[in-house]
């Protein structure tokens, strides 16, 4: 029976073969440029305004917004200077009766 000839066969593996070491080149190369493009664009002006109107916009709480939260900061606990302010707050009520 004839030997069978390995090198003509494809490898199992990609690892030692010459696509392996491009594929990785390739892989590093779209990296460094992605990076270098983002920060290229994160330091531009554009960038920057454009999220500033962008945050302006969807940051700014609608009224229905701060009434929710209001209502789940009603059971939160108070600290010492809202208490002191209520404190006076019925103090002054009394005397003015």
């Known amino acids: 029976m004839d030997r069978i000839d390995t090198t003509k066969?494809?490898?199992?593996?990609?690892?030692?073969?010459?696509?392996?070491?491009?594929?990785?080149?390739?892989?590093y190369a779209l990296l460094a440029a992605g990076a270098v493009c983002f920060g290229i664009w994160s330091l531009t002006p554009m960038q920057r305004l454009s999220?500033?109107?962008?945050?302006?916009?969807?940051?700014?709480?609608?009224?229905?917004?701060?009434?929710?939260?209001?209502?789940?900061?009603?059971?939160?606990?108070?600290?010492?200077?809202?208490?002191?302010e209520a404190i006076e707050e019925a103090e002054n009520l009394r005397t003015e009766r």
């Open 9 to 27: 066969r494809k490898p199992r593996r990609t690892h030692g073969t010459p696509s392996y070491t491009y594929r990785n080149r390739f892989a």
């Open 51 to 84: 999220n500033e109107k962008l945050c302006k916009k969807l940051l700014t709480p609608s009224e229905q917004e701060l009434d929710r939260k209001g209502l789940f900061e009603f059971g939160a606990p108070r600290p010492g200077k809202f208490i002191r």
